[in-house]
């Protein structure tokens, strides 16, 4: 069995668990990690995962970051400016954070959310080197009332994240599901 059929697996065991609706934004968070190696086919599967959480009486959503950061910059009014030096977009991070948010709040919106739905965050492999997936996740958890599931490719040990192996991560409160063990 494939890392990514374990996953799925994984994360039908925690999904059927009848949830609380007392805890707060952080513990609603669940990260699915996996081998940063596995993205396409994760990417491929994602529909397995939709269906384990419609099985277990829940909606579903898919929110892409992937090409958040292109049709950010792309409305920027200095945007070839910052292609000539790219040292300069590091201030304007907040403002991308920003994006984030907005495009997220019209995705609530546009898909009807309840307290019942799981929202896929994907594509937080492309924030590598602008934003850091918890200041993204810190910010749209609270404007979550279900789940928000993250599918974050990297590592996780004794409750440290790592994106894509490359950078020290972080501690967080969130469920850690994984291929080799369950839920945390």
Request: hydrophobic content about 35%; aromatic content about 16%.
């Given at each position: 069995m494939t890392n990514i059929k374990q996953l799925i697996q994984s994360y039908g065991s925690y999904i059927s668990v009848p949830w609380r609706g007392d805890?707060?934004?952080?513990?609603?968070?669940?990260?699915?990690?996996?081998?940063?190696?596995?993205?396409?086919?994760?990417?491929?599967?994602i529909d397995e995962f939709e269906i384990v959480t419609r099985d277990s009486g829940h909606g579903w959503a898919e929110f892409d970051l992937t090409d958040t950061f292109a049709?950010?910059?792309?409305?920027?009014?200095?945007?070839?400016?910052?292609?000539?030096?790219?040292?300069?977009?590091?201030?304007?991070?907040?403002?991308?954070?920003?994006?984030?948010?907005?495009?997220?709040?019209k995705f609530l919106r546009e898909n009807a959310v309840t307290s019942n739905t799981v929202i896929a965050l994907k594509g937080v492999g492309s924030l590598f080197g602008f934003l850091k997936v918890r200041a993204v996740t810190d910010r749209l958890a609270p404007l979550v009332e279900g789940k928000l599931l993250v599918f974050f490719p990297g590592s996780y040990e004794n409750n440290n994240y790592r994106l894509l192996d490359g950078y020290d991560g972080w501690d967080y409160l969130a469920v850690t599901i994984t291929a080799d063990k369950n839920f945390e």
């Open positions: 805890v707060a934004p952080d513990q609603r968070v669940v990260f699915c990690v996996y081998n940063e190696k596995d993205e396409l086919n994760l990417r491929g599967k049709g950010w910059l792309s409305g920027e009014k200095y945007a070839k400016s910052y292609f000539q030096r790219p040292d300069l977009l590091s201030s304007l991070m907040p403002r991308y954070l920003r994006y984030i948010e907005e495009g997220f709040i």
